[in-house]
Each structure stands twice: as structure tokens, then as C-alpha cells.
């Protein structure tokens, strides 16, 4: 089969080869994998992967939608029935996972990270991390949601109280997660201020439904967002961007108010400021991914038409190293796709 492996680190370290099907385990299932999205994560693999146990070389790729290939006899699944990817192996045993809370598993494998991912004609997953969804579905928006919108969806709507009455900020609403959770904040009726740069990119936002849009690079972004709270600042920050924005982020909170990360594109050491922390009674999130009843609602929510994935374009497997420039891009709005069943050559953007 094809796969995109990351053979040594750096941008000249992935190439599209021919590998062998992965062996099926008993209890999983082999999917043939329709389409996938590029993370952030995968930049940080190929670049990096410093702090997560694995081996190269191996198949790049966190999510994606397949179709059943095979199965055990006793499956409740079927050849050709689709499905979309949790991104995790996980022990089911663990106190976490026992918990519900299967992103904490202590023995988690995610895909693409830890072990083979879905940048690849076959994936073999236990059937506990596959969701069916039906054969209508759109390849290209569901590929999107097993990371990007799955971290989304537990940042918005697992980590503070959310409501009409809401105001959520969201920076550097660009990005695949950012500008996911942008979308889910305005499912939940809140009311939505985002930070991007640029003409396209702020007239994409305004055209979306978000409350107001702010040009980081000609407005002054905490002022700005002072006087459209009345002085109170955000309910909810949403700041994967880190150092470069943590600073403006806490600005922005209002007091007993909210922020949460789940990325640090720009360094991850930013100043702690504790007396602003404390005096104003903010709370700090971490988040990543979501546990296996997120990813059910956040799916049915999809199904239900509540949001769709915004796609920023579509690439070929061929044409991976194409789709991480473009994830780098500075002109990127949403998520970058990977069609595996596409032809060589094939782009649609
Ligand atoms: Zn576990």
C-alpha cells in the first residue's frame, strides 16, 4: 500500500512509498482510509517529536475517515460501512480510561504519533475507536473532525460553562483548531470575537457569523476587545499561539474569567504574570483531543448539520509535502486535506 512515511526529521524527511498492509489483531478492524487532515501535530513530528515515544520510520497522519475493509466474523461492523477515526489506542483499564477520560490513558497511542497513523491506504484500529457514519458523508469536512474539531469541541465546550451569554475570544482564528473552535462557540449561541490578520482572511470571518473580527496587525487587540465587552474583557480566551499572544490573551480575560490552550505555536514559555492570575481569579486550561463521549456528540452534532468544517484545500497523498506547506502558509483559513482515494495529481482548493 502507499503511505506517507517520516523517514529522518526535517521538511526533506517525508516521502510517499510502498509499505506492506499492517497485520489486523484480533478485536480491530482494517480500514481503507478515504481521506485525512494535516495537524500541527505532524510538523512537530516530522520537525521535532522530542517527549513522545516512537520509532522511525513511521506513517505519518493523527485522523481521518475509511471505509471497513475487514473485520472479525462477529464484528458489529461491515465491509464498506464508513467510519471516522478516534485518534487514540487506549487500555480501557486504566483509571482514566475507567473514568471516561481517554485522552489521559496511561498507556494511550495516538496515531501518527506513537504508532503508525493515516496517511497511508490501510490503518488497523481496535473497533472501540471507530465511529460509524453514513456512506453520504463528506470525506473531506469529516476528516477534520478526529483532531482538530474533536480538541475544539472539549475546549469549548468541556472546560468552562458556555451560554448564550458568553463572550469567547478566540486568537488566531486562521488556524484548523482556532477557527473550529470559533464555529462551535456560535453553535453554543456565544457570542464570538476573533483575531486574524489581513483583508481575506478578516472578510472570511465576518462573512462566518462572529460577532466582530479584529486585525491584530492594525488594531490594537485588548483595547479593541475592552470596548466591545464593555470593559469586562472575554469570558473565554481560546490562545494556542502562546507566547507571542499569552500576554494580550490575560489582557483580555475578564475577571473569574477563562482562558485555554492546547498549543504553543510560538513558544510555550511565556511570563506567568501570577499576581494578574490571582488578583482577577482566572482560570488556566490545558486541553487536548477529547474523551470517546465527545467524540460521539461532536460527530452527531456533524451529522445533525449544526457546523460544518471549514476546508482550506485538498491535497492528493502524493502531494503531502504540499499540504504541509500550505498548512504553514500564512494565508491558510481552516483545515488542509489529504484525499487518499484521489488520483496522483489531483487538487481541488
Ligand atoms: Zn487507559
Redesign the pocket.
Known amino acids: 500500500m502507499k503511505a506517507a512515511i517520516l523517514h529522518r526529521r526535517g521538511a526533506d524527511g517525508v516521502a510517499v512509498t510502498d509499505v506492506d498492509r499492517p497485520h489486523r489483531p484480533q478485536g480491530w478492524a482494517l480500514v481503507r482510509m478515504l481521506a485525512a487532515s494535516v495537524n500541527r501535530v505532524d510538523l512537530y513530528m516530522r520537525d521535532n517529536g522530542a517527549g513522545i515515544t516512537h520509532a522511525l520510520p513511521q506513517i505519518m497522519g493523527v485522523d481521518g475517515i475509511g471505509e471497513i475493509e475487514e473485520t472479525d466474523a462477529r464484528s458489529t461492523f461491515r465491509k464498506g460501512e464508513r467510519v471516522i477515526l478516534y485518534p487514540y489506542e487506549?487500555?480501557?483499564?486504566?483509571?482514566?480510561?475507567?473514568a471516561g477520560n481517554?485522552p489521559?490513558?496511561?498507556?494511550?497511542r495516538v496515531l501518527g504519533e506513537h504508532r503508525d497513523g493515516t496517511f497511508a491506504e490501510f490503518v488497523t484500529l481496535p473497533e472501540a475507536s471507530l465511529r460509524k457514519v453514513p456512506p453520504e458523508t463528506d470525506v473531506h469536512q469529516a476528516a477534520a473532525l478526529g483532531v482538530a474539531y474533536l480538541t475544539a469541541w472539549r475546549m469549548i465546550f468541556g472546560k468552562a460553562t458556555i451560554d448564550p451569554g458568553s463572550v469567547v475570544l478566540i486568537v488566531g482564528a486562521g488556524g484548523g483548531v482556532s477557527h473550529a473552535a470559533a464555529q462551535l462557540a456560535l453553535v453554543a449561541g456565544a457570542r464570538v470575537i476573533v483575531t486574524t490578520s489581513g483583508a481575506e482572511k478578516t472578510a472570511h470571518f465576518r462573512a462566518t457569523g462572529v460577532d466582530h473580527v479584529i486585525d491584530y496587525k492594525t488594531e490594537k487587540v485588548v483595547d479593541t476587545v475592552m470596548q466591545h465587552t464593555g470593559g469586562e474583557g472575554a469570558d473565554i480566551v481560546i490562545d494556542n499561539v502562546g507566547e507571542a499572544t499569552w500576554g494580550q490573551s490575560l489582557r483580555c480575560t475578564a475577571r473569574g474569567g477563562h482562558i485555554v490552550t492546547c498549543g504553543a505555536t510560538t513558544g510555550g514559555n511565556p511570563s506567568a504574570e501570577l499576581q494578574r492570575l490571582f488578583i482577577r481569579q482566572l482560570s488556566v486550561h490545558g486541553s487536548t483531543m477529547g474523551n470517546l463521549e465527545e467524540f460521539r456528540r461532536l460527530v452527531r452534532a456533524f451529522e445533525a448539520g449544526r457546523f460544518a468544517p471549514h476546508i482550506d484545500s485538498v491535497y492528493p497523498l502524493d502531494r503531502v509535502n504540499d499540504a504541509f506547506a500550505r498548512l504553514e502558509h500564512p494565508g491558510r483559513v481552516g483545515k488542509v486535506v489529504i484525499d487518499i482515494s484521489a488520483p496522483a495529481g489531483f487538487q481541488e482548493q
Open positions: 487506549f487500555c480501557g483499564t486504566c483509571r482514566h480510561c475507567l481517554q489521559l490513558c496511561t498507556s494511550a
